[in-house]
């Protein structure tokens, strides 16, 4: 057969059979392609076919016919470095937009393109046509004020042109002042600049509250609460009637603490432990009622369904709700009488589950626990964090320190609870968390990292059962039986080509690991490289790279368990003070004890979809303040050389995290100038091509502190020297060459970095 009577069998295949994917293997069968050299043919020619748009290629050895249309709608993403791409609604791949061809769209408008003739050995191309919907017509920036007019410097390089605002709209801002700014007109033929008006002035640059509300303006975050909810707040009655209590399960005389970090003002959960006369233990996780107080379609709720979480940032949070409610009325203060709403277990020492109900409670927590106080009760009477075990016999005179029987039982639970957990295919991820110390004018004065002890593992296996067993109240039913709608957190399984890129990597350390079979298989392989890397140098890396292949967790009243936890069915009911899904939940839970019919599916789906959006953008922003503190606090540091480790590669440098203080920062390519770097994604290295050097994921390095741009949120470091000066060449060698002097001047400035639950 010809290459010319093959494309022809190819060609007539595929558009008979259009909507099918097809492998190889399907492919050669179908066609009787039985010879090696025919195989291979084919193989060239459908690359080919895919290349002129003709067929998609669905993976790697799959392809099914282009049904698609030459014009297309989609999500336009821009880059301030000009490499724009097209998003398409059916989630295809992206496809490039050229700035000459971009019209103007913003990063996230709505747009429809119209694909380009391909040109030979040049990438798909899409050309920008409308402009559907702007994501955003709120701007933040810098105001810089002329004597007639006003321009918004923004610092994203996203805008194409400037915001022009007529005097008379600046709103009393000056140059310098940080400023929210609304668009009032886009480009169009005849005018090329945007125009604006100011709507709210933030402060001067530099002053740490004009920064923060710039971060969640940016954002569309809010950053003050409307007038009228707080109102509406104020209304609200604190007092606790005995009709609320005679409505409900009284636990005001049963032990009841909260276990919550040092800082906080919001106590969403309380946990309750006492014996039972049949030898059981009663352990109940108590919830804020925030239902209770907040009904559906008023005035508060719809001020939360738009927040949808709280944010937190490095030094302040923006609460879900008013603070009326979320750090007084409803948050579950010690020595308080507070409703909840609550799941109470009874288990036997080993965590088993003997029964259990779901109830409307009135508690008064006795007491209010930071994680370290009952961190040091747990090693005062003998547990050693990170082992897993629990404390040992109580000697004769009982336990030291305040409750500490009643704490070490509740930690005990834990322990088993987690075991049991882990037995089950839960994978383990242990990350730490950076966190600041601030001062009163809010500059940072320490940059640490914060890990998770058993004090906080034992409110966290308590709040994970109590989500799982309210989920499969709901979700579990016979057979033939229609599930209630309910919010669900659901996290997908693990993408295949990064686990097996994974695989591949760690193969190189010496581990193994698998990337077929049941989930509960992959989830143990996943524990073992865990376990075997851990105290390793390595360890972090690996780490890093496995946290790549995880998908994230989302909310969607569609179940399909959550493989990061191996639960077959969870849900967040355990923080409505800060979720609005646990508040929806809640609702729900409440609506379906009295008997009530399914939720709409599609409302409660939309809702889910928009918490998930709001959570995602709440933890961006989240990430935006902690690079502006880690920067300032490194902006009276220039010069200064720290031990470091690479902790990120790109095509256009190196992330190197500082040992000491783990601030972040970023080494330009163009500062790499004693070699030519190419970018090898799948090994995470830069590797140049001359002297063999090569730079990867984990590494040891020395830097010095080039420059810290705080209005950018850009650290940039250089290599250093054991002398004291520049270095262009650090790393290791490779089999075909080796490390190289620098004998070249290092360039001066450098590239800035670009930005950047269960």
């Not at 009135?362 to 007491?367: C, D, F, L, P, T």
């Not at 790279?545 to 009911?573: E, P, Q, W």
Request: charge should be neutral; glycine fraction near 6%; include cysteine.
């Amino acid at each position: 057969m010809t290459k010319k009577q093959l494309f022809a069998a190819l060609t007539a295949f595929f558009q008979g059979n259009a909507g099918t994917t097809f492998s190889f293997k399907q492919i050669f069968k179908s066609l009787e392609l039985n010879t090696h050299p025919l195989k291979m043919l084919a193989i060239d020619i459908m690359e080919e076919m895919a290349w002129d748009d003709f067929l998609t290629k669905v993976s790697e050895n799959s392809y099914c016919l282009n049904t698609k249309t030459q014009v297309q709608e989609g999500i336009f993403r821009r880059k301030s470095n000009g490499k724009n791409s097209f998003i398409p609604d059916d989630g295809s791949q992206p496809v490039f937009v050229a700035e000459r061809n971009s019209m103007s769209a913003l990063d996230g408008d709505k747009v429809k393109v119209t694909f380009m003739a391909r040109r030979e050995r040049h990438i798909k191309e899409a050309m920008v046509i409308g402009i559907l919907e702007h994501a955003r017509d709120q701007f933040v920036g810098r105001l810089r004020v002329e004597k007639d007019f006003a321009f918004l410097v923004t610092q994203d390089g996203l805008l194409p042109y400037d915001i022009i605002i007529p005097k008379q709209k600046v709103k009393g801002g000056k140059t310098g002042d940080k400023a929210v700014v609304k668009v009032k007109a886009w480009p169009d033929s005849e005018h090329k600049n945007i125009l604006g008006e100011v709507v709210d002035i933030l402060g001067q640059q530099g002053d740490n509250d004009a920064e923060m509300n710039s971060i969640l303006a940016q954002y569309g975050l809010p950053y003050k609460y409307p007038a009228n909810v707080e109102e509406a707040a104020e209304k609200i009655p604190a007092e606790i009637t005995e009709k609320d209590i005679a409505e409900r399960e009284d636990f005001r005389d049963v032990f009841t603490c909260t276990i919550d970090p040092r800082d906080a003002k919001d106590f969403d959960d309380a946990l309750s432990i006492r014996r039972l006369d049949n030898g059981l233990w009663e352990v109940g996780v108590h919830i804020a009622d925030v239902s209770h107080y907040v009904t559906e379609g008023s005035v508060i709720d719809k001020e939360a369904v738009k927040r949808a979480t709280s944010v937190y940032l490095v030094d302040r949070t923006i609460p879900m709700l008013p603070e009326r409610l979320c750090n007084f009325i409803c948050s579950l203060r010690p020595d308080e009488e507070k409703l909840a709403y609550s799941v109470i277990f009874e288990m036997n020492d080993e965590a088993d589950i003997k029964r259990w109900h779901l109830a409307h409670t009135v508690i008064k927590s006795n007491r209010r626990y930071a994680y370290e106080e009952v961190q040091q009760i747990l090693e005062d009477n003998g547990v050693v964090d990170g082992t897993g075990e629990p404390a040992p016999a109580a000697p004769v005179d009982g336990y030291k320190g305040e409750n500490a029987a009643l704490l070490i039982q509740l930690d005990k639970l834990a322990k088993a609870l987690r075991k049991q957990r882990f037995k089950n295919g839960a994978v383990k991820f242990d990350r730490e968390e950076l966190h600041f110390d601030i001062d009163e004018k809010g500059k940072p004065t320490r940059c640490y990292f914060k890990k998770s002890k058993d004090a906080n593992k034992l409110i966290e296996e308590f709040m994970l059962i109590a989500n799982r067993t309210v989920a499969e109240s709901i979700g579990r039913v016979k057979k033939g039986a229609k599930a209630k709608t309910l919010p669900y957190r659901i996290h997908d399984q693990p993408d295949p080509t990064k686990l097996e890129t994974l695989r591949q990597f760690v193969v190189k350390f010496g581990y193994k690991m698998k990337t077929s079979g049941t989930k509960g298989a992959i989830s143990k392989s996943l524990n073992s490289l865990m376990d075997e890397c851990a105290g390793k140098k390595e360890q972090k890396l690996i780490e890093t790279v496995a946290l790549r292949a995880m998908m994230k967790a989302k909310y969607s009243v569609h179940n399909i368990g959550h493989y990061g936890l191996a639960f077959d069915y969870y849900t967040h009911f355990t923080s409505p003070i800060r979720r609005y899904p646990d508040t929806m939940v809640h609702r729900l839970l409440t609506k379906y004890q009295a008997g009530g019919r399914s939720a709409n599916k599609d409302h409660c789906e939309e809702l889910c979809e928009h918490c998930s959006d709001m959570e995602q953008v709440a933890q961006n922003a989240e990430r935006d303040s902690i690079k502006y503190k880690m920067v300032e606090f490194m902006a009276d540091k220039l010069g200064e050389e720290y031990d470091a480790h690479i902790s990120g590669i790109q095509s256009y440098g190196i992330y190197c995290e500082i040992d000491d203080n783990h601030c972040e920062g970023l080494v330009s390519m163009r500062d790499l100038d004693d070699d030519y770097y190419d970018f090898d994604e799948k090994n995470y290295c830069l590797v140049g091509r001359r002297g063999g050097h090569v730079y990867q994921l984990g590494d040891a390095v020395r830097i010095k502190v080039a420059s810290a741009n705080v209005e950018r949120k850009q650290l940039d470091f250089t290599l250093a020297t054991p002398d004291g000066g520049s270095k262009h060449s650090s790393g290791r060698k490779t089999e075909q060459g080796e490390q190289k002097s620098d004998k070249g001047e290092r360039r001066k400035g450098s590239k800035g970095r670009k930005g950047g639950k269960r």
